[in-house]
Every structure is written in C-alpha cells, then in structure tokens.
C-alpha cells in the first residue's frame, strides 16, 4: 500500500488481468480499455496485495489469498463495507475506488483502494530519524492515537454501518465469548487466565458509548508521512474491524506503554523510549473523541487479555506437531507475558469499581 512499507515482490500475478480490466471499465474507473499491470507488494498479513498500473494512474488491489477459508472471504466483504462506511469522513485511511462483493471476476472478493505513499513501522524497527532521535517520537504517538480518537468519533449509523456489528452487550460478551474460543485450543495452562477473567467479569465500564472499533489498532497497523514531523497517512488492515467499544482500539495501542509496561520484552516489537507519558496521550484522544478514558486500565487488562487469546491460538497450531507457521514460535512466551501483565495490572488496581 505504500511507497516505503509494502514492497514490490514481483512484476507478474496469477489473477485474470483481462477480467479485472472489464470489471474496471464496467465501475468507471480510469484508463478505460488498457490492460493493467500487477505487481506484487509484500507487506499484506491476511491477504495479498497488488499494485495496479493502468496508463497513468495507480491503485492498490487487496484480495485474500487462494488458500483463503469462507470465514476470511467473508471477512474480507466486511472489510470493503467499512471502507465504504468511511466515504467522506476525515478517518485517514487508503479512499475505497471500487469492490465487488463476490467470486465471479478473480475468484474471491476484492476491492481496488487509493495508493498510500509513506512507511510502516515494523520489527525492524524505527526509520531515521527516529531510531536515534528519541524526542522525534513524540509525534508518532500522538498521530496513532489521533487516528483512533478519530475513528471513534465517526456517526457510524449516518455512515450505513448500522447492523455492522453487535455493540449491544459488547462488555457483558466478552469474557464468555473469548473463553469459549480459546477452549476449542486451549492446550497448557496459562498463569494468570483465571484471575483476569474474574476481574474482568466485575469492573466492566457502566457507560460506555458504541463506535466502530479497528480490532488490531497498533504501530504495525498505520503508515505514516516521510516528512518530519510527521502526519498519519492511512489505518490498514481492517481484517478486525466491528461496532463495538474504540477505547478498546486505544488499549490496543497502550498495551506495552511505559513505565507500567517497560518490562514486556515479548510483546514490544518497537522501542518507547522518549514516547510522551500516557496522560498526554489519553487526554489528546479526549479531546478529539470527545470520549472518556476514566476506565481506560480496564480497557488495557482486556486488550492485554483478549490478544493472549488471540495470539495462542497460533501458537497451540505451532505446536500440534510443528504444523503451524515457523514464525510463530516466538509467540508462546508473548501469551505469557500478555497474561501476566493483564492479571497483574487488574491486582494492582485496588481503587477499581467492584
């Protein structure tokens, strides 16, 4: 999706350029009657991506893999529901082009988005000058949680999201729901599971407003501007995306924040040192939002607790016989400390509301 975060792999791509080429012609789009060109971007996680060249104009193509189960087809057409959701408000995002719903013109659902130029962050970690500049980080926190203080003022049922997504007992949901997920798995013990599952039973927020939540809203999940200082370009990967609670989007982002979560080596897979405190943070999303972050350490104990689940059904198919992706064997220790820290910040919040 962009110039310095996804690259270009290779110059050929087995989708039928000839059927895309009508499809385009029949949606409007630009270069009426040239074949476009497909280049292979690396950089997609769930689905693959596509720069598409025809004539002078450019766009991103995102389709789910060949492999690709009903459950993330399907998956995928909510992805282009919310992106047509986001027409017109100032959410920064890659502007939806065109999409088509069904399997008919390359075999899956796909969708055509405007080209991002800027960078990712990553595991590599930061670009300069930012690795060695430690006050030029500042910045980058407040665009992330600008993004998600955005996404969470959107009128989400103006925008035809309404019926997206089940907000209605979101919190009352979510040990319950989770819990059974991770028993169809669930194969070692994990220290700390059964604690913040109660604590989390018994501090769920009594007002809380429904808005459309990302799911997975972190650094890997944004590009940024190249200039400095620099601007939030565009949210990526939608794959999560709902009608639910965003504070939880902003927990996301915090989970590893310092001081409290200096010690998450797992978990951080970028440096936050010279990041601002988090108060500067939280009180920017309120301002923005025009949300509160009263309960936000409960919001941080779900999101830690919620990504453990999450990531340890990776791991668990890691390892079942080493049948699961290489990569993700690293992510054994990460549940733990997830874990961990989720229990532990809910002991340590004594004045909570029982």
């Avoid at 766009?59 to 047509?84: C, F, G, M, W």
């Avoid at 990553?122 to 910045?139: F, I, T, V």
């Avoid at 639910?244 to 001081?259: K, Y």
């Avoid at 979560?261 to 301002?287: F, I, K, N, Q, V």
Wanted: with cysteine; aromatic share 8%.
């Amino acid at each position: 999706m962009s110039e310095d975060g996804p690259t270009r792999e290779r110059s050929t791509a087995p989708l039928d350029v000839g059927r895309l080429a009508r499809w385009m012609d029949q949606e409007g789009l630009p270069g009426e009657g040239d074949v476009p060109t497909l280049s292979r971007l690396s950089g997609g996680s769930q689905n693959d991506l596509y720069r598409v060249e025809r004539g002078e104009h450019r766009s991103v193509l995102r389709i789910p893999p060949a492999t690709a189960d009903v459950s993330r087809r399907r998956n995928h057409v909510r992805e282009l529901t919310l992106l047509r959701g986001l027409k017109g408000t100032d959410v920064p995002h890659a502007e939806l082009l065109a999409g088509c719903e069904d399997d008919e013109v390359l075999g899956a659902p796909f969708y055509l988005m405007d080209e991002i130029v800027g960078w990712s962050p990553s595991s590599a970690g930061w670009p300069e000058p930012y690795q060695h500049d430690l006050p030029a980080r500042a910045p980058l926190a407040f665009a992330l949680v600008d993004g998600a203080a955005r996404l969470a003022r959107v009128d989400w049922k103006a925008q035809g999201l309404d019926g997206f997504g089940r907000p209605d007992n979101f919190h009352d949901r979510q040990v319950d729901r989770w819990l059974a997920f991770l028993s169809t798995y669930q194969f070692r013990e994990i220290p700390g599971l059964d604690q913040a599952s109660t604590w989390l039973r018994t501090h769920r927020p009594a007002h809380w407003e429904p808005g459309i939540m990302h799911g997975d809203y972190q650094f890997a999940n944004v590009i940024f501007t190249s200039d400095v200082p620099t601007r939030l370009a565009a949210i990526i990967d939608w794959e999560m995306t709902t009608v639910g609670d965003p504070l939880l989007d902003l927990a996301w982002a915090l989970i590893a924040w310092p001081p409290e979560g200096d010690d998450m080596s797992a978990t951080r897979y970028l440096p936050l040192e010279g990041m601002p405190p988090r108060e500067a943070l939280l009180e920017h999303y309120e301002r923005v939002s025009g949300r509160s972050t009263e309960d936000i350490d409960y919001y941080v104990v779900l999101a830690r607790w919620k990504l453990a689940i999450v990531l340890e059904k990776s791991y668990a198919r890691f390892a079942s016989e080493n049948r699961g992706n290489p990569t993700h064997g690293g992510l054994g220790a990460m549940v733990l400390e997830l874990m961990h820290k989720s229990a532990e910040l809910a002991a340590s919040l004594r004045t909570a509301r029982p």
